[in-house]
């Protein structure tokens, strides 16, 4: 039996391909489908199963579509309901699998429909558990997304305290941990930026698997601190117990090429957003079209799509600099949801100057006339856009925190007959941030390349560091 983990850093998730004797599973497979048919083919396989760990609330997960594809089962724990056809499994339920089995096990907490998947492979040994968002490598799934009226994230606290107590940490110590996600995901709070571990180690290494934690400690552990999830996060759950616009339609609809009049056309209407998907240097050297939207595609791209674009129905043009990534593009915006695609500026930038239209651009300075200017106090409205978790870390002195991921609840603090300087830790959200303030209406804003991380190396000095006191931990 093969099992094989699939790494997608934008999302910073796993899935998870396994294959036993021309039998294969899936398990919390992407919106796209593609890769797990080309898997399956391969070896010479048929995709029997799509196992969920849970509804997913930072992606859009593709189930449904890869079901009709193959006639798989999708199979989900206990609690789970959909609008599409699924197999409930229950607590210890086995399912064959060529010459090996999946088990699976029923682990609330997270979500009330969590469960965790065992393998067992042809020798009848358990070299892995799947454990979705109840464990991950150096923490556990945040206990706040599946609130109700009649259940608190005390509650299902609890509930992950007792599936982890009870149903993992009785494993066997030299099973392997494969979890959903790893460091930079919103689904928990101290991930690692490993994703496998022993369970032995984990009970060695991660806070909420003390051995001598009660569920109080638990429960005050892994309710504090916690930040509002991204706004997305509902709908994308939403969106996972539903039957959405199939994969194939999203992606023949936002590949669309459009000259460069046709997109002017378009990128004026009220109803349209676009986003420049190129990189910082590009879009900083060469301008893009008025009122655009930076969010490099090299970056954390569909989380901070997710983040900003408030309307998840969002009708969205973009700028490529490659029209072979024109499909890459369309896929990474569908993983959050955004189906809404309309097409792609052909030619791009280039095409656009060459047909005489106006580009935008931002201003920049480096991280030495930066420091440089808030020494002098020449800089009128500096700003850090990063997390408020880094800014009390560390930061520039006299420097204010504008966090990105508030900047649409924030922005009307935002004075826009004042120059603003915007700076984060290495230049990609700072641009992201300078991009909304110039469509926004502020003329006179300006990113500092290089971030955080250029500050610091420039002059230690203007840094200080601040401790947070205990109330804000």
Not at 122 to 130: A, S
Not at 238 to 250: A, F, P, Y
Not at 378 to 390: G, N, S
Request: some cysteine; proline content about 4%; glycine content about 8%.
């Amino acid at each position: 039996m093969k099992v094989e983990q699939l790494f997608t850093g934008c999302l910073a998730e796993m899935a998870y391909y396994i294959v036993s004797n021309g039998e294969a599973a899936i398990v919390d497979p992407l919106r796209e489908t593609e890769p797990y048919l080309k898997m399956a083919a391969a070896d010479g396989a048929k995709i029997k199963y799509i196992f969920l760990t849970h509804f997913h609330a930072d992606f859009v997960s593709g189930q449904y579509d890869l079901a009709q594809k193959t006639g798989a089962k999708i199979i989900f724990g206990p609690n789970a309901t959909a609008a599409y056809d699924i197999y409930v499994g229950k607590d210890g339920e086995e399912f064959p699998l060529g010459d090996g089995k999946i088990t699976l096990i029923h682990t609330p907490g997270h979500t009330m429909e969590s469960s965790s998947y065992l393998i067992t492979d042809e020798n009848g040994n358990t070299p892995c558990v799947l454990t979705g968002d109840c464990l991950f490598i150096g923490d556990v799934g945040r206990p706040d997304l599946a609130v109700k009226s009649d259940l608190t994230q005390a509650d299902l606290a609890g509930h992950l305290y007792d599936s982890l107590r009870n149903k993992i940490m009785t494993l066997p110590d030299d099973i392997i941990v494969y979890p959903n996600h790893g460091a930079g995901s919103a689904c928990g709070k101290n991930m690692s930026s490993e994703t496998f571990d022993t369970l032995a180690n984990q009970k060695k290494t991660n806070y909420a698997l003390r051995a001598d934690m009660t569920k109080e400690e638990f429960i005050k552990e892994v309710t504090t601190g916690l930040k509002t999830p991204p706004q997305y996060f509902p709908n994308n759950v939403r969106m996972n117990k539903s039957i959405n616009t199939s994969i194939d339609e999203v992606l023949r609809k936002g590949m669309t090429p459009l000259d460069p009049a046709t997109f002017k056309e378009m990128s004026e209407q009220k109803d349209i957003l676009v986003i420049d998907t190129r990189s910082k240097e590009e879009y900083t050297e060469e301008g893009t079209v008025p009122g655009a939207w930076f969010i490099g595609v090299d970056g954390s791209f569909a989380p901070w799509v997710g983040a900003l674009v408030t309307d998840i129905n969002q009708k969205i043009l973009f700028i490529v600099s490659d029209e072979s990534r024109v499909q890459e593009v369309v896929t990474r915006f569908s993983r959050v949801g955004y189906d809404n695609t309309q097409g792609y500026l052909a030619g791009g930038i280039k095409n656009w100057k060459a047909q005489g239209f106006e580009v935008d651009k931002i201003g920049s300075m480096s991280a030495k006339e930066f420091v440089e200017g808030v020494k002098a106090g020449k800089l009128e409205k500096p700003l850090d856009v990063r997390k408020d978790t880094e800014y009390l870390s560390e930061h520039v002195v006299g420097v204010a925190n504008f966090p990105l991921d508030a900047i649409n609840t924030n922005f009307a603090e935002i004075d826009a007959s004042k120059a603003h300087y915007v700076h984060c830790a290495s230049g990609y959200r700072s641009l992201i941030a300078a991009s909304i303030f110039k469509a926004n209406g502020v003329e006179n804003i300006t990113d500092v390349r290089g971030g955080f991380k250029a500050i610091k190396e420039v002059d230690g000095a203007a840094i200080t560091e601040y401790v947070c006191p205990s109330t804000l931990l």
